[in-house]
Each structure stands twice: as structure tokens, then as C-alpha cells.
């Protein structure tokens, strides 16, 4: 086992100036290149920390606790764990998942990860909406995902539900399409709302006049298949964008049944990238990724920030398909997300 005394020796530093780099508390206290040089040599020699002597050291156990509501039963939650637990992997940490079914389950699982001396907690839902967290977590280190505090007082990440209703129609009006429709949820939520902001705006700066007689509003199934019917024999729209791939499902069975080919006589644009959508679809759907790896990511490297009270300026960040919000945003820190082209926009 590698040790600090070896770093130091090949460095040609004290333990003590390896002991601030390594535990990261050499800024203002080393210099930029020594700093750098150790922990080249560190990752050189294979150095791993000793979590127990540092909790023993520090009071801290180097834990997160990564608390959601549903989110782990959902197809997305495999992307927010990863990047969470990639962060915390990256910084030192371990992440404990839980996934509670109300109030009571929650409170037990807040307490038996305080038992375990967890040093802070992700409290994630299972769509972007604005939440109050549990008292039990009020006080210790604590960030949102994928949420936003009602008091605005909590630090979290969410999509940038505006720019993701923008983007979509932009690209819509770029293809040329004259008449384009919005496919939303009927569903009182803040992705619905922002989106279909969004969407108004890009028309609004494109010179178009918005016209509600182009928006449907739907939930699923059958209902849902009737509103789109209704909206192409009523308003023959050239371009849709949908408030999410599943909805698209509905755009394109009703090209279908009328002879239209989409990405050539009609264009469409989702949400998601929903897997089974994204590989079942022809032609494949351009669609707007949600930035669920990026979600956990940064909620975990803040939340760790918060508890070192130090900042990531340094921190080198993976490969991520949207790019990251600043980790001292303030208030809520909205992700912009990326639009991947394929084949339904001509």
C-alpha cells in the first residue's frame, strides 16, 4: 500500500503538504504546481486513501445518501445514479441509494442513513417539479435533483425546461416547416409549462404568430391518438414538436395512416431520447436529451462541495452529452440541453 511518505519522499515535500493536497485542502496553503506534481505522483504510484483514517481524522464518513421517490423503479434512474455515483467515486465518497413509497418509508430511510453517519443527502424526483424536502434533512448538507426548492432556499439541478420548448421549435423553423404544432402533457407540471413557453418564444422571435389552435395538450392511450387525428385533419400542421418521445408515438402513427412521410412531407421532434422510442422509430426521431447523468453529477460534486466547503474550479469533468451548469450557480442551476439529430426533420 502506497503511502503518503512515499508521495512526499519522490515529491520532495513534507507529509504534511501532501497530507492538505490529497485531502484537498491545499488551496491558498500550496502552490498551484506543487500541488499538481503531487497528485500526478500519487495517481502514478497507485495511491488510495485510507477512508476509515480519514473519517477518524475529519468526522466524516465520506457517505451520501442518495434519497428518491420512485425514481430508482424509472427508465431514467439508472442515468442520475450513475452520474452521481460516478462523482462520488471521483471525489472520495460512496453513495447509499434508497427508494422510498411515502412519507413514513422516507423518514425511516432518512434515518437509518443517519445512523450510518452519512454526511449529506440527494433528494431526487421522479420528474422536474418544485418540492418542499423533509424536515429530517433540513440542516444537513443537501441538494435537489432533478427538483426545486419551494423556498428557493436549497440548492438543485433541473433541466432547462425553456430552452428545451425553444431549441425544439427553432430547429422546427429552420427545417422550413410553416405551420408547427405542439403535442403537450395535459398535466399541470413545470417541463409542460416551460416547454410550451419555449415553443411560444421561438415563434414569437421568428415573426410567427402563435395560435393555440395548434396546441393539444394530452395524456395517453386512446384520447391521446384522438387529439392528434383531430389536430392534422383540423389544422395539417408541417412540423410537431411533442413533449416527449412517447407522445411522438401518436404523430406518427397518424402520418402513417394519411400516406405522409415523416422527415420528408412532415417533421417531427421529442423529448428523451427515450430508448425504446429511439431504436424503435422509423425514421429514427430527432429528439432533445435529458440530462440525467449530468443531473447526478452535478448534484453529487455540489453536494460534496458543500460538505468540504470548498470549491471545483480544478475538478476535471467526465465526457457529458450537455454541458455542465457552474458548480456555484446559485438557487436552482438549469442544465441546457442537447438536441440530437436523426431522422424525422427534414
Given at each position: 500500500?502506497?503511502?503518503m ?23 491558498g ?78 423518514n ?6 443517519k ?14 417539479r ?29 433541466p ?27 398535466e ?106 449530468e ?18 474550479h ?15 450557480a ?17
Amino acid at each position: 500500500m502506497v503511502t503518503m511518505k512515499e508521495i512526499a519522499n519522490k515529491a520532495g515535500v513534507s507529509v504534511s503538504t501532501v497530507s492538505l493536497v490529497l485531502n484537498n485542502r491545499d488551496e491558498g496553503r500550496v502552490k498551484s504546481e506543487i500541488a499538481s506534481n503531487v497528485r500526478t505522483i500519487a495517481k502514478q504510484l497507485g495511491y488510495r486513501a485510507n477512508p476509515l483514517a480519514s473519517s477518524l481524522r475529519t468526522g466524516r464518513t465520506r457517505i451520501l445518501g442518495f434519497i428518491s421517490e420512485e425514481v430508482a423503479t424509472t427508465p431514467y434512474a439508472g442515468g442520475i445514479i450513475l452520474g452521481a455515483q460516478s462523482a462520488a467515486s471521483q471525489l472520495g465518497y460512496m453513495l447509499i441509494t434508497v427508494s422510498t413509497d411515502g412519507k413514513a418509508s422516507e423518514n425511516e430511510e432518512i434515518a437509518a442513513l443517519k445512523r450510518y453517519g452519512t454526511d449529506g443527502f440527494l433528494y431526487a424526483k421522479m420528474s422536474n417539479r418544485v418540492t418542499k424536502a423533509p424536515k429530517s434533512l433540513r440542516g444537513t448538507p443537501l441538494v435537489l435533483v432533478d427538483a426545486t426548492d419551494e423556498e428557493g432556499l436549497i440548492p438543485s439541478v433541473e433541466p432547462d425546461e425553456f430552452r428545451i420548448g425553444y431549441d425544439a421549435t427553432r430547429r422546427l423553423i429552420d427545417a422550413g416547416c410553416e405551420r408547427i404544432a405542439y403535442v403537450g402533457c395535459s398535466e399541470l407540471m413545470i417541463a409542460q409549462e416551460g416547454r410550451l413557453a419555449g415553443y411560444r418564444k421561438a415563434l414569437e422571435d421568428a415573426g410567427r404568430t402563435f395560435d393555440e389552435r395548434l396546441v393539444v395538450n394530452v395524456l395517453n392511450n386512446g384520447p391521446a391518438l384522438e387529439a392528434v387525428r383531430g389536430l392534422f385533419d383540423a389544422e395539417h400542421p408541417d412540423g410537431f414538436f411533442c413533449f416527449n418521445d412517447a407522445r411522438a408515438w401518436y404523430v406518427y402513427e397518424c402520418a402513417a395512416r394519411r400516406g405522409l412521410t415523416v422527415g420528408r412531407d412532415i417533421s417531427v421532434v421529442g423529448v428523451d431520447n427515450h430508448r425504446v422510442f429511439a431504436e424503435t422509430l422509423s425514421p429514427m426521431l430527432t429528439t432533445i436529451e435529458l440530462p440525467h447523468f449530468e443531473m447526478g453529477y452535478w448534484a453529487a460534486a455540489k453536494l460534496i462541495s458543500l460538505i468540504e466547503d470548498r470549491s471545483l474550479h480544478d475538478l476535471e469533468l467526465p465526457e457529458t452529452t450537455a454541458a455542465m451548469p457552474p458548480f456555484d450557480a446559485v438557487g436552482s442551476a438549469k442544465i441546457h440541453c442537447t438536441l440530437i439529430e436523426k431522422e424525422s426533420v427534414r
